[in-house]
């Protein structure tokens, strides 16, 4: 299975660099990235062989995956649309429609709209994908392989379904990040020296996803496990409670997906 990538950035280096180590033989992978140091970059790393532009040789391939940034992506369809013929083309932009990938394609109807998130660069992300009827089950296969070498795949049935996605497992990472700062920075205000400070947050979080992850039991229960009456982790869930720290998660969840909404829209006007 030949793959090309379109675009050369963040996620197309973590998607070649799984894909190599989960033994996908280098001379099948080749990219198109517009700027000569990353393409220097990308043959460096992964002795992959890299063009400036689009041609029939390069778009010979089984698979296109589009990785150019959401406000790119019409400007690089467009220069891909006469070379596209049999190829699966799985798009991985956050909010960019299939009707206007297709339409900016000209019409191609064979596509995959997949929502990774920033973990694929340990090979840990979750991602999301997503494929209209027209796709066939071996086409669903082959870009699930491709997808699977940074991760772990969910399917959804409904486009719409990505978008929501994308508000919880694409911009999740940040969320976690978010909370891992706020413990950072409790840590410190309790005297913590800067290495204590890392490893108390990052292993506390660690630690309760693993065990979360190992577990039969909802979050809710494994939470009231941990909440003695009267104990401490009592004391610090009613002070957050009372600021609302669950329903703040939930409103900016939802406020990401209606960007997402938005930006499909305003993107799409193109
Ligand atoms: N990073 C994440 O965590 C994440 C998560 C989920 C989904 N995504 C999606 O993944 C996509 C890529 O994100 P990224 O972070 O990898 O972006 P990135 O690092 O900016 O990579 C995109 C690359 O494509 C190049 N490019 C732009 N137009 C091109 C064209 N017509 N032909 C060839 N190369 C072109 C860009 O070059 P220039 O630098 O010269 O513009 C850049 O090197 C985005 O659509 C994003 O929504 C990213």
């Not at 973590?14 to 000569?36: D, M, Q, V, Y």
Request: glycine share 8%; net charge neutral; aromatic share 4%.
């Amino acid at each position: 299975m030949k793959i090309t990538f379109m675009g050369g950035g963040n996620m197309a280096n973590a998607l070649i660099s799984g894909l190599l180590n989960n033994g996908f033989p280098t001379n099948e992978i080749e990219a198109i990235e517009l700027e000569e140091e990353k393409r220097d970059r990308l043959q460096r790393t992964f002795g992959i062989r890299c063009h400036a532009e689009p041609d029939a040789e390069t778009l010979a391939c089984d698979v296109l995956v589009l990785a150019v940034k959401p406000q790119q992506m019409h400007a690089a369809c467009l220069s891909l649309r006469d070379f596209l013929k049999r190829q699966l083309v799985i798009s991985i932009a956050a909010g960019i429609r299939l009707k206007d990938l297709s339409r900016w394609l000209g019409g191609y109807k064979r596509l995959v709209r997949a929502m990774p998130n920033s973990s694929a660069l340990i090979s840990a992300g979750l991602t999301g994908l997503y494929a209209p009827s027209g796709v066939s089950e071996a086409e669903r296969l082959g870009a699930e392989r491709i997808i699977h070498a940074v991760g772990s795949t969910l399917w959804v049935n409904e486009e719409a379904q990505i978008d929501a996605l994308t508000a919880i497992s694409g911009s999740g990472p940040a969320y976690v990040f978010l909370f891992i700062e706020a413990l950072q920075q409790a840590a410190a205000e309790l005297g913590f020296s800067p290495k204590q400070v890392r490893q108390l947050s990052i292993e506390t979080v660690l630690g309760a996803a693993k065990l979360a992850s190992m577990s039969e039991e909802p979050a809710s229960v494994l939470r009231e496990r941990v909440t003695s009456k009267g104990g401490t982790t009592e004391a610090a869930l009613r002070v957050m409670t009372k600021r609302e720290f669950k329903e703040a998660i939930i409103a900016g969840v939802k406020a990401a997906k209606e960007r997402g909404a938005e930006l499909g829209e305003l993107l799409g006007k193109e």
